[in-house]
């Protein structure tokens, strides 16, 4: 069984990406392509072999390939993101999807962005967001269910989706910033609470029996590792603030899953 992660080409436009909680800032495209390099590397360090979509360059936030597809050992599901400039990204990873899985569709009048998707063994929360909304949650319901998995919405406040405030790092702990989302929603599961100086350190990335993470939470990094290598897990760390100034994290640059 071979380990898969779908990633795609920073755009050269991802200075015009959408932003929503964040200020416009100047971002490196060079340094970001950089960074992104040393992503993939960590993937590749986790026993994931990389596949990537074409780049499309006329797409500012085509990088973050987690926001368009859900991919699930039965199925996968196309979202149907929630920023109207982001649906044309769903063309080229649909057929990369295809490879691997039978896939299903978000429609009209649901939106879905993957970043709002926290799956927790059978459990998926979904974040109810300015990009993800109750008739697209209602239709993930409907198409997972049958394969034995349950949705629960979540409200997040002060952050894109629901991985920015929360995400998971082992089996049955999560990684949060209890500002932006209420840790009550996830019931009895061991909480990781982020430095209070670092609101955004909750992204977290665990495949397996390791963690990628952006290098520049130095202080929940150190927490994190102490918890990782309790648990025989291991911490890999990457330079992400490119992306970051672009709204996104670590789970947002993949799409992981088992080919069979
Ligand atoms: C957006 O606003 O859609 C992008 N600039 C950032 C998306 C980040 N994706 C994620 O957190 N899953």
């Known amino acids: 069984m071979a380990r898969i992660a779908i990633t795609r080409p920073v755009s050269t436009s991802i200075v015009h990406c959408e932003l929503t909680h964040l200020a416009r800032e100047p971002i490196d495209y060079a340094r970001a392509v950089r960074q992104h390099e040393g992503y993939e590397a960590a993937l590749a360090e986790l026993a994931c072999e990389v596949v990537r979509v074409p780049a499309a360059h006329d797409l500012p936030d085509a990088v973050f390939v987690e926001d368009v597809a859900l991919v699930m050992d039965e199925l996968a599901v196309m979202t149907r993101p929630g920023a109207e400039s982001r649906r044309g990204e769903l063309e080229a990873v649909e057929p990369v999807v295809a490879r691997y899985r039978d896939v299903a569709r978000i429609e009209e009048p649901g939106t879905l962005d993957g970043g709002d998707v926290l799956r927790v063994g059978r459990r998926f929360f979904v974040g109810r967001s300015s990009r993800s909304n109750d008739a697209g ?4 319901r409907a198409l997972v269910s049958k394969h034995g998995y349950s949705v629960d919405a979540v409200d997040v406040r002060g952050c894109l989706h629901l991985k920015s405030a929360v995400s998971a790092v082992g089996k049955g702990t999560l990684l949060g910033n209890s500002a932006w989302v209420d840790r009550r929603a996830f019931g009895d599961v061991a909480w990781l609470e982020v430095d209070p100086t670092e ?62």
Do not use: F
């Open 137 to 140: 949650i209602e239709q993930l």
């Open 199 to 260: 609101p955004h350190a909750a992204n977290a990335l665990r495949i397996g029996g390791g963690v990628i993470y952006p290098r520049a939470y130095a202080r929940t990094a150190a927490l994190l590792r102490a918890h990782l290598e309790a648990a025989g897990m291991s911490l890999h760390l990457v330079d992400a603030s490119e992306l970051a100034r672009a709204e996104g994290g670590v789970t947002c640059c993949s799409l992981i899953l088992t080919d069979r």
